[in-house]
């Protein structure tokens, strides 16, 4: 190949070199899988890739997700190659060095032109399915002229053995994503050995089932990779095009395990260059070469400038909307629409689950932020996220914001990652609570990436009656809580449901969990206040009338209980005060004065959610508590299928038992 | 069929109107995958499964296992009608409320005859690869007149798009599991609608593309579901036998969504029996059709004594081996091996990361314990998971103890679930501590079930290094300690890794999860103890030589820092106590005079835990601790890339920052 391609060659061997000499400074990483794909990743940027390095935000250019991403030298190799201003040759050099972008797996946010954050194998081709149905979308909402492009994926064997690779691979196939383009890094080799020791998977046989184009080439033949991607972009499924190629092509550990982490030995590297021609030193891309590379960075320039020619005549109403949701900014309505719903429940006061509340506000959410694209992994009618005017998202209706993920947790929470990334869009999607555990890999890349993805957890309890154990949560609000840069919301009724989604739509920055009733609960909120009061994270919903002993904090379903334990201890003669936690993030964030004025230090303090205990210590016992006079009234361990009523009998969360601990600490 | 199959169409009616009437008295529940599988079941009841009602446990039996667990009513109806004690009609009649053994979806533990928990999708066809590989082992250890029987699932369109299925299949695929049968429920319907809105998947290509045997049949025909077991049977592949059928048969919804749920009215209901020909009161079954139920009951018993006669035909040596390891009892060698390798390390004292601590635990426990099955996600290497002895299991191999379980975490974990359920093998398998994210599904059914499944999750925090924040966990720590009923050991040393595995290997109702270190660490237990100190959840590791004025605590690699800041502090003159919790859950089960003797009231606490902060407030703030006096040194967002030392450093996990912030508290 060399010698029927000096050229191309050359070019490939730049991404080699750099990857070997980057691996070699840092003393860790992977230097194979760049190695072994930089033939298909030369091609695919100098004659497909449209992109302008001086651009990298511009919104109609192709999308390249690395989701084999310890392979990052590859990224950042091609960001340096052809010119973007995030990623020098001093990045290059820092190498998962602290404060460097270029991070031992690609992050997103460190680099403008990183699209996705990858790592965890099987996210990026999983997001690559959002950030497909985001074109989709938008292509047929503001026409060809505007959005045209490819989404394209280098996967590894890692990430095709992963589960999620199959709820991305049979979704996209369901959905007939054209513009999706996947190439499979057919080494054959992981870190324990030969696949074969653990897979025998035919790949594209696999991905044929699910309604794709296949294609086999030679990974390392540019001929063959330029007249595969053609191939594909001409099909109307999405394609899969399995590479075959050497790992740690042309160095002694070339098809070996050992191939895949860190070359660091320095004969091995000198080795390794001598092989491919390479003379130049460490670091070093001769000029010719890096000029050729910046030619392809170059080339993008033309579109980009050709399509703000075609933006530019679009009516400022247009351009400014376009702009916006790329900005992920909500519509100025939005925030008059919210006042209304909650001026109007608090006067209505109804008695509805909050997972219909949360109907209610996509209700009217939906008609004026025509960026939302709601749906569910299969509980479309117990998640409540469809509302009427969404329409389906199918290969025959594009228009379509209701996209039915199938059951499929974590490709839909990946999916929606990818949407967001793309930008244009705002995802939430629905399944129950529980079912966090299926989809937490994708959602702990939400909050690392700090995108908006809203996930609608409905059955956030016991509340959820007969299905049991297996479907009840009971960790999951503390194992959501101790995550960073993620906002949990367990509203109280309609009016906090509102306000959380208020708060989730106009974030940018951190993903937000509404976990939501599956029982219907009383309007608590019955004066109407314009201020967003969910914001505070916690509040004072009723004050003691009399001389204040205790102090009752709840969320959700519970802050039902806590009125009623209430009006039992007021009756009592003891002054209770109710304070609702809808968020225990935003209170957190809020100054020592505010949160003492909430909780003052003396009451005694009783926290109540139909979860376990452990993210409500601190502020039972932290915040002025004292653990002499606090107490929890909650879940120890899982719940159990029976009617929700009577589970939260047998279980102790009720009024009465609220009200007698009250007492007991008073003493 | 009714008409060509009289006699076997009564059998199946029954199992589908126990359903109707089951589900009509509950008011929830679903009724219509029962009724659609109801003639499959009775098939392999009557023709093929080898069992025994009146002998549950009998090892040797054929498994069961109800993937799409939400058809819990197949599985009731099977064993009341063929006479399992535990299901008495009382039971079926109090399906799904309080205390009854017949909950939503099937519980481990409910009644003896339940395989595993189902109901979170997916987990029965990955649990049933993990007892497949149980059998295929044990059945090389013992000889086939022991061990010899059939793992067979009736998997859903709902187990067969959650990405676990994949890892399941893919695992069994490539092992050639040729006692697994699967039956899929092809009955084209989910709750959303046709399972064409999400997946257009021709599911015995897929199963085909990874070696399955593949059949597809009426699943209302007995005699293509007889002729279709048989060749399954015969293949040396596992077998995946797509039964195509009609949810809710005979009822006018069938074939559709609403027929997945909870069929109540009472005139649908009443024309479905009449559809089926079926004139008996609700609930009852004719005797003359029962009596058929009871005789395929009756059946295994013949072939339960046969196999106790040649059982019994062991040595008692073997006998006692056998029932040993079914009763998961660890070896009486066991205990004195753990104490012999702690005063070693003890003495010798050597510096050595944690993970590799666990290897040599492993290296002394594997060779007395021969039903130890290790195995890895593909992180052999990283996690020390694999000792000399083992040999890889494999189609060549089935005497082989080590699993190479390719990068599937969800998969590894439900398989080793599937193990231990199966009986008499103990696994154990790594990842990455991060990628419990990717296992959380499985992890918390081996909580529910009360399974002792172990997890080694190795690069337990920054230390981690380079590898950046998609590999570190840092929220995970408060997130395993919130799930109850699960072990959560943070070692220290090799000697606190060495009695977490102890507790671990002895444990047989719960879970364990081990966070090891990725770099090395001193030993800190230099002073041989023989009693398990870690079984205390936390002790004393060293105490304040003057007035005792600070407790720090710390867990694994966060006691070093812990012992470098005491001598600091107590150079300047501030007695300082250390504290290794090793596992807060077995600190919490100790009673409160030997809490109080660890954490008495008074001097100023500190936790320090390269993770976010929430499960420790309890320690800082409850167990008689203050808030004034009380602060952490941990993380409190990400991590980050860069070499581990360095990323300590940055986040103030440091001896500096403890001794500035005791300093600071004790003013």
């Known amino acids: 190949l060399r010698a029927a391609h000096?050229?191309?060659?050359?070019?490939?061997?730049?991404?080699?070199?750099?990857?070997?000499?980057?691996?070699?400074?840092?003393?860790?990483?992977?230097?194979?899988m760049p190695m072994g794909m930089a033939d298909v990743a030369t091609v695919l940027f100098e004659k497909h890739l449209r992109f302008d390095p001086k651009a990298p935000r511009w919104a109609d250019r192709d999308r390249f997700i690395l989701s084999a991403g310890h392979g990052s030298m590859l990224v950042y190799a091609l960001m340096y190659l052809t010119g973007y201003e995030d990623i020098t040759l001093q990045q290059i050099k820092d190498f998962r060095q602290w404060g460097a972008r270029t991070a031992g797996h690609p992050e997103y946010g460190?680099?403008?032109?990183?699209?996705?954050?990858?790592?965890?194998?099987?996210?990026?081709?999983?997001?690559?399915?959002?950030f497909a149905i985001a074109e989709e979308h938008l292509r047929a909402r503001f026409g060809t002229s505007l959005i045209n492009h490819y989404?394209?994926?280098?996967?590894?064997?890692?990430?095709?053995?992963?589960?999620?690779?199959?709820?991305?691979?049979?979704?996209?196939?369901?959905?007939?994503?054209?513009?999706?383009?996947?190439?499979?890094?057919?080494?054959?080799?992981?870190?324990?050995?030969?696949?074969e020791i653990a897979d025998i998977t035919n790949q594209p046989a696999r991905f044929?089932?699910?309604?794709?184009?296949?294609?086999?080439?030679?990974?390392?033949?540019?001929?063959?990779?330029?007249?595969?991607?053609?191939?594909?972009?001409?099909?109307?499924?999405?394609?899969?095009?399995?590479c075959k190629t050497h790992i740690a092509l042309g160095s002694s550990a070339q098809d070996t395990s050992k191939g895949h982490g860190a070359l660091?030995?320095?004969?091995?590297?000198?080795?390794?260059?001598?092989?491919?021609?390479?003379?130049?030193?460490?670091?070093?891309?001769?000029?010719?070469?890096?000029?050729?590379?910046?030619?392809?960075?170059?080339?993008?320039?033309?579109?980009?400038?050709?399509?703000?020619?075609?933006?530019?005549?679009?009516?400022?109403?247009?351009?400014?909307?376009?702009?916006?949701?790329?900005?992920?900014?909500?519509?100025?309505?939005?925030?008059?629409?919210?006042?209304?719903?909650?001026?109007?429940?608090?006067?209505?006061?109804?008695?509805?689950?909050t997972r219909k509340s949360s109907e209610m506000v996509l209700e009217v959410v939906n008609p004026i932020m025509k960026e939302t694209i709601g749906g569910s992994a299969d509980l479309t009618g117990s998640n409540n996220t469809l509302t009427k005017d969404l329409g389906t998202f199918g290969p025959d209706n594009r228009k379509g914001r209701y996209v039915y993920f199938g059951i499929r947790e974590h490709g839909m929470a990946a999916a929606m990652n990818g949407m967001v990334l793309h930008g244009g869009v705002r995802p939430y999607g629905g399944t129950f609570m529980a079912f966090t555990d299926y989809a937490r890999g994708a959602m702990r890349l939400s909050a690392l990436m700090g995108v908006p993805t809203i996930y609608v957890m409905t059955h956030d309890s016991i509340g959820l009656g007969e299905d049991g154990p297996t479907h009840q949560p009971v960790e999951h609000l503390?194992?959501?809580?101790?995550?960073?840069?993620?906002?949990?919301?367990?509203?109280?009724?309609?009016?906090?449901?509102?306000?959380?989604?208020?708060?989730?739509?106009?974030?940018?920055?951190?993903?937000?969990?509404?976990?939501?009733?599956?029982?219907?609960?009383?309007?608590?909120?019955?004066?109407?206040?314009?201020?967003?009061?969910t914001a505070k994270g916690a509040y004072v919903l009723a004050e003691a009338t009399g001389k204040r002993q205790v102090i009752l904090m709840a969320s959700g379903s519970e802050v039902e209980v806590a009125m009623a334990a209430r009006t039992q201890l007021e009756a009592a003669g003891i002054g209770t005060r109710v304070v609702s936690v809808p968020s225990m993030e935003l209170f957190r964030a809020q100054d020592e004065a505010y949160r003492k004025r909430v909780l003052p230090a003396g009451p005694a303090r009783i926290a109540?959610?139909?979860?376990?205990?452990?993210?409500?210590?601190?502020?039972?016992?932290?915040?002025?508590?004292r653990e002499a006079k606090a107490a929890f009234v909650g879940m120890e361990g899982f719940g159990a299928s029976a009617p929700a009523e009577l589970l939260f009998e047998k279980f102790g969360i009720t009024a009465a038992n609220v009200t007698a601990k009250a007492k007991a600490l008073l003493g």
Chains 1, 2 share one sequence.
Not at 609 to 615: H, I, L, P
């Open 608 to 625: 109540i959610e139909a979860g376990v205990r452990q993210s409500w210590d601190w502020l039972l016992l932290g915040e002025r508590g």
């Open 264 to 353: 660091t030995d320095a004969k091995l590297i000198a080795d390794t260059k001598a092989a491919y021609g390479w003379t130049a030193a460490a670091f070093e891309v001769p000029a010719p070469i890096k000029a050729e590379w910046e030619a392809m960075g170059a080339r993008g320039a033309t579109a980009r400038t050709e399509w703000e020619a075609r933006f530019n005549t679009l009516s400022d109403a247009k351009k400014a909307d376009f702009e916006r949701i790329f900005r992920m900014e909500a519509p100025k309505a939005l925030s008059a629409k919210i006042r209304a719903l909650k001026k109007d429940v608090s006067a209505s006061a109804p008695k509805v689950a």
């Open 151 to 195: 989404t394209y994926v280098i996967a590894g064997d890692g990430c095709l053995m992963e589960g999620i690779s199959q709820e991305a691979i049979a979704l996209a196939g369901k959905q007939e994503l054209s513009h999706l383009i996947v190439f499979w890094d057919n080494n054959g080799i992981t870190i324990d050995g030969k696949v």
């Open 478 to 533: 503390s194992m959501l809580r101790a995550t960073p840069n993620t906002y949990v919301f367990r509203p109280a009724d309609t009016v906090e449901t509102a306000e959380a989604w208020e708060i989730a739509l106009t974030s940018t920055t951190t993903p937000s969990v509404l976990a939501l009733s599956r029982q219907n609960l009383p309007t608590v909120r019955t004066a109407h206040t314009s201020t967003n009061l």
């Open 110 to 130: 460190h680099a403008a032109g990183i699209e996705t954050t990858t790592g965890p194998l099987g996210q990026g081709i999983a997001n690559s399915v959002g």
């Open 6 to 32: 000096p050229d191309h060659w050359m070019k490939a061997a730049a991404i080699r070199t750099l990857t070997l000499d980057a691996v070699a400074a840092a003393n860790s990483g992977h230097s194979g």
């Open 208 to 242: 044929a089932a699910s309604g794709w184009h296949v294609q086999e080439i030679d990974g390392h033949d540019p001929v063959a990779i330029d007249a595969a991607i053609i191939a594909a972009k001409k099909d109307k499924r999405p394609s899969m095009i399995a």
